[in-house]
């Protein structure tokens, strides 16, 4: 049985692979932050009683920060795989906490691979890294490759190309199995409420349902190459399981912008929609309903507006991935269009809307929305 290791495993991406990993018949550690609140709500369903015989899910509290923690867990689970997957992940955050990016996205990296190398594991663990199509930035060539030059536009960007780089480096300094996976955006009903795509699903699904006013959104006009989380840990196994070490992207190949993403998500829903307006004016508005999806609007509504606080301090525009290297060395193909993958989150959202408002309706408080980034 193998053993594999998982920072972030209490994000999307972690309870995907966990999931994945212990169909493979892995056991599985996940490190997971100590919180004041719960934080494990996307992998409750796969949690195993510590005291049942034959428990192959286990966590550990630690946290990438926490040089000594890391290594200990490391020494205790001494795993095949180590997935690391953990980090301050959102662009326009780290804008604001560029110190706390770096210390976790980037010498959080360099911790694990230290801890790897010190405990004398360096041929046993294979070490995956979640690159990111951010590296990219300012685009230098489309369709972005394994080859296109780097040009990051944000403090997490930068630190994740030091991550990518330390990562090749112990590869070649030591011999380590360790790659690269250069992802492009993915997403699906486990995505984090504050990026792009579930704060539109979320969003308009709440909207939908009498439970908010409106959506407010930043670039409305960025591209990007959206895939399903599922296909892409798939792939992150993938890369784990080959004879030598190589870097890898992984995306669709095609591109849609934010307010096609808003259009799909709005006639999901029965929503047909017009966009008015330029810059930080543009609105759309109901034009027609069908379905019983959207009870609480009528034609005439303004259901989106643009509010410049999301816009970011420098923005990535359009990002497009080429997986021929993917499709052609590793047979990977992805399953899920992006079209599918937003009806399943709006299926999901629209569920958690209408119990909010059968709630409301009772008279019950239902959660407010927070914050959105
Ligand atoms: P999420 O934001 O959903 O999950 C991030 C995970 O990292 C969470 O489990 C979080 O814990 C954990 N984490 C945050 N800070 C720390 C820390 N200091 N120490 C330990 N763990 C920490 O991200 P995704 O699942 O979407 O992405 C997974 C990885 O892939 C990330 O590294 C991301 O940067 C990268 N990536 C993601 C892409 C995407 O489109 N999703 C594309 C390319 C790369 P908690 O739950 O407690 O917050
Ligand atoms: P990104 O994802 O920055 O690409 O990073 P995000 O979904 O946050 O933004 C995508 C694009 O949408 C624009 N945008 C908005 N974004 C957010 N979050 N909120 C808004 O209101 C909004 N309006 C427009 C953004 O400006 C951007 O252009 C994600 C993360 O998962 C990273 O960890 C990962 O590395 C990359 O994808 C690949």
């Not at 190589?246 to 307010?259: L, N």
């Amino acid at each position: 049985m193998k053993t594999a290791l998982i920072t972030g495993i209490t994000g999307q991406d972690g309870s995907y692979l966990a999931e994945f990993l212990l169909d493979k018949g892995y056991e599985v550690h996940g490190i997971k932050r100590r919180a004041s609140l719960f934080n494990t709500q996307r992998i409750d369903h796969i949690y195993q009683d510590p005291h049942a015989d034959h428990a192959r899910f286990r966590l550990h509290y630690g946290d990438l920060s926490d040089t000594s923690n890391l290594t200990r867990i490391i020494q205790e689970v001494q795993p095949d795989e180590v997935y690391n997957l953990g980090a301050q992940s959102h662009v326009a955050v780290s804008f604001e906490a560029p110190e706390y990016t770096a210390d976790v996205d980037a010498i959080g990296t360099l911790r694990l691979l230290e801890a790897i190398r010190f405990l004398g594991l360096e041929q046993k663990t294979r070490f995956y890294q979640a690159s990111t199509s951010e590296l990219y930035g300012l685009v230098q060539e489309t369709p972005q490759r394994e080859t296109t030059p780097f040009y990051p536009r944000s403090p997490y960007a930068v630190a994740k190309m030091y991550a990518y780089w330390i990562t090749v480096n112990y590869r070649e300094a030591y011999g380590m199995y360790a790659c690269n996976g250069i992802l492009f955006n993915h997403e699906s009903p486990r995505r984090g409420e504050t990026f792009v795509t579930r704060k539109i699903t979320r969003g308009l699904a709440n909207i939908a349902q009498g439970l908010e006013p409106c959506l407010y959104m930043g670039n409305i006009d960025s591209l990007r190459d959206w895939g399903h989380a599922k296909d892409y840990v798939r792939m992150q196994w993938m890369m784990l399981q080959q004879d030598a070490p190589e870097d890898f992207v992984i995306a669709t190949g095609v591109q849609y912008s934010v307010r096609e993403f808003i259009t799909w998500s709005a006639a999901e829903l029965g929503i047909t929609l017009a966009f008015s307006g330029t810059g930080v004016d543009e609105i759309a508005t109901v034009t027609a309903i069908a379905g019983d999806k959207a009870p609480a609007l009528k034609p005439g509504d303004v259901i989106m507006r643009i509010d410049p606080r999301y816009f970011r301090p420098a923005e990535v525009d359009t990002l497009l991935g080429d997986p021929s290297k993917a499709k052609a060395r590793l047979g990977w193909v992805p399953e899920i269009t992006a079209q599918e993958m937003c009806a399943e989150m709006i299926t999901e959202d629209l569920k958690t809307a209408r119990r909010h408002a059968l709630l409301k309706s009772h008279g019950m408080d239902v959660p407010v929305p927070v914050e959105n980034r």
